[in-house]
């Protein structure tokens, strides 16, 4: 019998599996140097304050402060101003600029530093223009009057930092006024009756004629024009047909019912506001800033309201005597009706529009 000699197999090559673990190998290299973590750059943190100079009506150097007052002594009274750089707010001008005035209240302004005596005020979102800024006191002006202000209640702008500023041109017989200003203070309005000479474009205050204009003079438009007036512009106004109570109340108390009928225009859009449909009121009679609908007179029909604050405004605005009386026209924040009865520092300006286009000027 033969014997058979059994030998060993030579064991196959497995080629395959040698490069699989090859190229895990290479990929796990390779994401570890993706996803390794990177040093990251640390960047000093900014420095609290920072001084800006100007020069011509452009920045030309700013510089980082640890203190206010290091940034404040920078400037040495050359022209610039300090921004806190936590909130990118102003808290210190050389020059003249421009204060908004600070929400909730309304903003007194005053007749010196002492802020004593109190000459009108303002409202919330106004722009004035800044005189001249200090930590207490800072002297202003807006519409017309040159007062003085709390310093703590204005939000300081540079002017070579605005990009928008106020300004008045003529078109035709009008005086436009672009407001800019906070919390639906601004916009396009018609002021009133362009002056005879004006340039092109200006950002001082215009005083229009219409402003000046004596209210307690009787208009020339009848009880039917001026429900005209009233139909043209708002077909779907409650006003309608009120003509004959503004002439009454004109008879009454001598005070002008198509002043009175744009007044009421302005104060509830026509009668449709919701203080004139809530409580018939159609001038804004104690409706406060604050809290508008909540203080805001009630009246028992939209005539009630035309009647009573007609015979109020010629009483207390009107009058020589009367306890607001600063001038028996519109005015502005420095005379007139508008000291005392708005907040609006342009409050006359867009009454005396609608009386120009009511052509009643």
Known sequence: ????????????????SLKGLLFFFLLGILLFVLLRDKPQTILPPASPYI????????VVEEKEFDSFDEAKTFLNERR????????DRY?????????????????????????????????PGSRLSLLTYDDQASRIEIAGLTGYVDSDRLTLYPLERSSKRSYYETRGNRLLHYIVADAGLGGLITAGQAPASLPERTTKY???KTLTKDLR???????????????????DSPLIGTGKTFKQVERDHQINAAYLLAHAIHESNYGRSEIAQDKFNLFGVNATDIAPGKNATAYTSFEDSIRKTGKFIA?????????YYRGAFLGNKARGMNVFYASDPYWSEKIAGILVKMDAV
């Open 206 to 208: 215009v005083e229009s």
């Open 315 to 323: 009483r207390d605005y009107l009058a020589e005597d009367g306890k």
């Open 80 to 87: 610039g101003a300090v921004k806190r750089t936590s909130d």
């Open 51 to 58: 001084a800006e100079l100007y020069r011509d009506g452009k």
């Open 217 to 235: 003079q009787a208009t020339e438009l009848t009880a039917k024009q001026l429900d005209a007036y009233i139909r043209k512009n708002a077909p």
């Open 91 to 123: 808290l210190y001008l050389t020059g003249s600029g421009i204060g908004i005035v600070d929400a909730p209240e309304t903003l007194n302004i005053y007749a010196d530093r002492t802020l004593n005596k109190r000459l009108t005020y303002v409202a």
């Open 1 to 16: 019998m033969t014997k058979r000699t059994i030998r060993p197999t030579r064991p196959v090559r497995r080629t395959g």
